[in-house]
């Protein structure tokens, strides 16, 4: 069975300009979540969706990022414009059930790098 | 903002011994979990443990939860230098909260 795949890897791109991110989850997964990772720290959740409802984005800065999760299945997440202090591994994860307390798998991440 | 915190930062043992990795946090939880990172890789779901459960098993690890002290530790026996990675613990507050984690530890298992 594919895990969760993302695309791309790595993305390196000039402060000001946009990028958006693409991730899609196990199939059959309900729940969708996209976490920030900094530099020698744990992750942090930007937005979770269920199904294709946005449940919880409270830590998303809405001036620049926007997601979207279509259908219900893939999702994009995307940032315009781009700033320095958002370069960062972006991690998408899923899980099957709706709801928080199911396993989380993750996939491997986008680098972005912001000069 | 970040609930968990790991303890020790960094860790280097040598391959067949025991690593022990702790775990506090400073609110009531649903469940803690471990991951597994291995570097510019996603992370990898080890073992979740409830707030009502003790101790669990999973091969190689066995993790505990004291929800008086509001700790957790992760012990990994016999390790091998595959177990070289960054270990994260992350806790869930309730069904509906999210998955906090925290700065992780860095392991290192010498051949």
């Known amino acids: 069975e594919a895990g969760v795949v993302q695309s791309p890897r790595y993305k390196i791109i000039e402060k000001k300009q946009p990028v958006a991110f693409w991730c899609n989850p196990i199939?059959?997964?309900?729940?969708l979540y996209w976490y920030l990772q900094n530099l020698g720290q744990g992750p942090e959740l930007l937005i979770r969706?269920?199904?294709?409802?946005?449940?919880?984005d409270s830590q998303l800065p809405k001036d620049r990022f926007s997601a979207e999760r279509l259908k219900g299945v893939d999702s994009t997440l995307k940032i315009q414009p781009a700033e320095l202090g958002d370069s960062a591994v972006y991690l998408c994860?899923?899980?099957?059930?709706?709801?928080?307390?199911?396993?989380?798998?993750f996939g491997p991440g986008t680098r972005l790098t912001v000069l | 903002s970040q609930q968990g915190e790991e303890d020790p930062q960094a860790l280097s043992i040598q391959e067949g011994e025991n690593a022990t990795m702790n775990c506090s946090y400073k609110?009531?939880?649903?469940?803690l979990q471990w991951y597994r990172q291995n570097s510019g890789r996603g992370l990898v779901h080890l073992i979740l443990?409830?707030?009502?459960?003790r101790e669990k098993h999973s091969g190689r690890l066995r993790v505990t939860l004291d929800t008086s002290k509001k700790s957790s530790s992760l012990l990994i026996t016999a390790s091998r230098a595959a177990d070289t990675a960054s270990y994260f613990c992350?806790?869930?507050?309730?069904?509906?909260?999210?998955?906090?984690f925290g700065k992780g530890i860095t392991l290192s298992v010498r051949p």
């Open positions: 994860a899923s899980s099957l059930d709706i709801g928080s307390t199911d396993t989380q798998y």
């Open positions: 199939s059959g997964h309900n729940t």
């Open positions: 969706y269920e199904n294709e409802e946005a449940v919880d």
């Open positions: 609110t009531s939880i649903n469940n």
């Open positions: 443990i409830r707030s009502n459960e």
């Open positions: 992350a806790t869930l507050r309730g069904a509906n909260s999210k998955l906090t």
